[in-house]
């Protein structure tokens, strides 16, 4: 694959979670449209309110299937605004779809919805996971047959609100040398409905084994969490926010420590930038999004996919974005 590819010209995705499902690569973007919210740190012109799945047969030529909206706000019970994020697993001959969306007292949790068909529709259950807050929701199948969810984000994503699992009474970011907030991981209850546990910090930790600290932020976490495996490790990948880098670090288990490795993807046009990696027919893809269809504003987003190399110690090739 000598060039990145646009995958939905026709409309404008962003965030997407990519999935191969019965042979076939699915996508599970979040979709952006022209809400007229005026733009701000939180994210509130970020207002998406469906989701589209899409699904192909061949990344680099092939043609891409919309199989239209799977889910909406309105179908939601407990729903206030801000459909961000989403991510797909299957299990027990169900697929279930974990979403983060505002409650109508405008705090982030994370839902669940079923489908019997990785194309949906999705069904949303009548109220959030138990405990759950923050965004970005990722879940990891791993080889143990438990299965792992990575989630948070700042600013907008809210989980400065939190320590312990707790909500605080006000937010608290760190700064300079303080330790960076850390991204949380949770198994989920074989049901896929709830947590199994108490989520747990993933600590991100530089060379020399120390947490990155809240002023390093070319490498420390801010959104966007994706796993994936690759010859024997763990890759913990994720953005850095307001430095607009994909960066990721490794791993010997789904609960970490990870040690940081360097970058994925450098910045795009538009201010977020938010991926996954997948292998499919035997080579690794990075889906990611930008701007340059909607000439540069941010709030209006477009798939993009490249091809992603490996270097013989496992370390990854950067890909060039938009921005340069």
């Known amino acids: 694959m000598k060039e990145p590819r646009y995958l939905v010209p026709g409309d404008y995705m962003a965030d997407p979670a990519a999935h191969v499902f019965n042979d076939k690569l699915y996508i599970y973007p979040s979709h952006d449209w022209e809400s007229g919210i005026p733009e701000n740190d939180n994210g509130d012109h970020f207002n998406m309110k469906d989701y589209h799945v899409f699904s ?13 909206v799977v889910l909406r706000t309105e179908d939601i019970p407990w729903a206030g605004r801000q ?18 969306l505002k409650d109508q007292n405008d705090i982030f949790r994370i839902g669940v919805a079923i489908s019997d068909r990785p194309e949906g529709p999705f069904i949303p259950q009548e109220n959030p996971i138990k405990g759950s807050y923050s965004m970005d929701p990722c879940i990891w199948p791993d080889k143990d047959g438990e299965y792992y969810m990575y989630f948070g984000g700042l600013w907008g994503g809210q989980l400065q609100r939190y320590r312990n699992n707790k909500a605080l009474e006000c937010a608290l970011l760190p700064e300079g040398d303080e330790p960076a907030l850390c991204p949380k991981v949770v198994r989920l209850r074989e049901d896929m409905l709830e947590f199994a546990e108490e989520p747990r910090d993933l600590m991100i930790l530089d060379e020399k084994g120390k947490l990155l600290s809240a002023g ?4 420390r976490f801010f959104e966007a969490s994706w796993m994936h495996y690759y010859n024997g490790k763990y890759y913990f990948s994720y953005s850095t926010g307001d430095t607009h880098l994909i960066c990721y670090a490794t791993g010997d288990n789904p609960y970490g420590p990870f040690t940081y490795r360097g970058v994925i993807l450098t910045p795009v046009v538009g201010w977020t930038t938010h991926h996954s990696i997948v292998e499919f027919k035997g080579k690794w893809y990075l889906f990611h999004h930008d701007c340059v269809p909607s000439k540069g504003k941010t709030w209006l987003r477009s798939l993009k996919v490249a091809e992603l190399k490996y270097n013989p110690d496992g370390s990854i090739q950067p890909i060039k974005g938009t921005a340069e």
């Open 56 to 68: 192909m047969d061949d990344v680099e030529q092939g043609e891409v299937t919309d199989h239209g």
């Open 83 to 100: 459909l961000w994020d989403s991510d797909v697993a299957f299990r027990n001959g169900k697929y279930y779809m974990y979403f983060p």
């Open 216 to 219: 390093d932020t070319k490498r």
